[in-house]
T-cell receptor, first 114, second 114 residues
Framework: DVKVTQSSRYLVKRTGEKVFLECVQDMDHENMFWYRQDPGLGLRLIYFSYDVKMKEKGDIPEGYSVSREKKERFSLILESASTNQTSMYLC?????????????FGQGTRLTVV | AQSVTQLGSHVSVSEGALVLLRCNYSSSVPPYLFWYVQYPNQGLQLLLKYTSAATLVKGINGFEAEFKKSETSFHLTKPSAHMSDAAEYFCAVSERGGSYIPTFGRGTSLIVHP
């Protein structure tokens, strides 16, 4: 069974903390994505990566960075967490060369910043 | 750039009634279109996708969608709603600016009344 695994389902962090959200996929996918989901706004792309050590900004990269040292792992970093980063974070992966294949999602991490 | 618009942030139906969730796309070329479902506190999973092999696409759990080029639509339907269909539904395209980046509509929350 193919899988995208996010390291935490729920996280509570304090304002100003550095936060790491980890995502691992076992499908040998080239593409990996981080989205943020907020009510009424749908899924907004934060960053994506189409290869190891490659990263591209999405629509809302401010306050975030990413790391992809290995093909299967894509980490999202909140440099200094703020309350407006309280949200659901979703990681996904897909094949790089076929636009007709779907994205596979992790279970999501619900982050609360207090 | 390709995009999708979902009409109606909430749709409410009675159990056994027809489900219709609307999605319109914006593209100058035939897009790669998808419907995903998200159950509470879960990630997204694929319901169905348009492959251009057929305009009527059947998916899981009795859902289907019809691709209508003349209307630039890809509406999702199910003849008879079940309580277990209550979830968030997202229409998506897989290409943006020449990159294979899943791009989502804002989502439609389906509410099923007994």
């Amino acid at each position: 069974d193919v899988k995208v695994t996010q390291s935490s389902r729920y996280l509570v962090k304090r304002t100003g903390e550095k936060v790491f959200l980890e995502c691992v996929q076992d499908m040998d996918h080239e593409n990996m994505f981080w989205y943020r989901q907020d009510p009424g706004l749908g899924l907004r792309l934060i960053y994506f990566s189409y290869d190891v050590k490659m990263k591209e900004k999405g629509d809302i990269p401010e306050g975030y960075s990413v790391s992809r040292e290995k093909k299967e792992r894509f980490s999202l970093i909140l440099e200094s967490a703020s309350t407006n980063q309280t949200s659901m974070y979703l990681c996904a992966s897909s094949q790089h060369t076929n636009p007709n294949t779907e994205a596979f999602f992790g279970q999501g991490t619900r982050l609360t910043v207090v | 750039a390709q995009s999708v618009t979902q009409l109606g942030s909430h749709v409410s139906v009675s159990e056994g009634a027809l489900v219709l969730l609307r999605c319109n796309y914006s593209s100058s070329v035939p897009p790669y279109l998808f419907w995903y479902v998200q159950y509470p506190n879960q990630g997204l999973q694929l319901l169905l996708k348009y492959t251009s092999a057929a305009t009527l696409v059947k998916g899981i759990n009795g859902f289907e969608a019809e691709f209508k080029k003349s209307e630039t639509s890809f509406h999702l339907t199910k003849p008879s709603a079940h309580m277990s269909d209550a979830a968030e539904y997202f229409c998506a395209v897989s290409e943006r600016g020449g990159s294979y980046i899943p791009t989502f509509g804002r989502g439609t929350s389906l509410i099923v009344h007994p």
